[in-house]
Nanobody
């Protein structure tokens, strides 16, 4: 299991930027040895994949809806996972979760050690 310290959410206008962070407070070996991901959940909707990174930090995967706007990165030196979000849109509003990839897929059941969630609100 990994314990996370999350930060970076808030209220931002459409077109603005935010950077989300999930820093490991326990389970550092898992953080370094596994791929990681960001998911989000809007009110009344299912949790959806946003971005993923390999254990080494060298391979990436993005949902089509965020490609070219969001960047995931993994800092193994500081045990922190980031999601840089630029060009934010109203539809990016929701709770964002970091998690550890435990199988080979990119759906929620393929992840574990979920963070508590970081709320992001994008206003017009």
């Amino acid at each position: 299991q990994v314990q996370w310290v999350e930060s970076g959410g808030g209220l931002v206008q459409s077109g603005g930027s935010l950077r989300l962070s999930c820093q490991v407070s326990g389970g550092i070996k898992i953080f370094k040895d596994y791929g990681l991901g960001w998911f989000r959940q809007a009110p009344g909707k299912d949790r959806e994949f946003v971005a993923g990174v390999s254990w080494s930090g060298g391979s990436f995967r993005y949902a089509d809806s965020v490609k070219g706007r969001f960047t995931i990165s993994k800092d193994n030196a500081n045990n922190t996972l980031y999601l840089q979000m630029n060009g934010l849109r109203l539809e990016d509003t929701g709770d964002y979760y970091c998690a550890v990839r435990i199988t080979t897929g990119w759906a929620p059941p393929d992840f574990g050690s979920w963070g508590q969630g970081i709320h992001v609100t994008v206003s017009s």
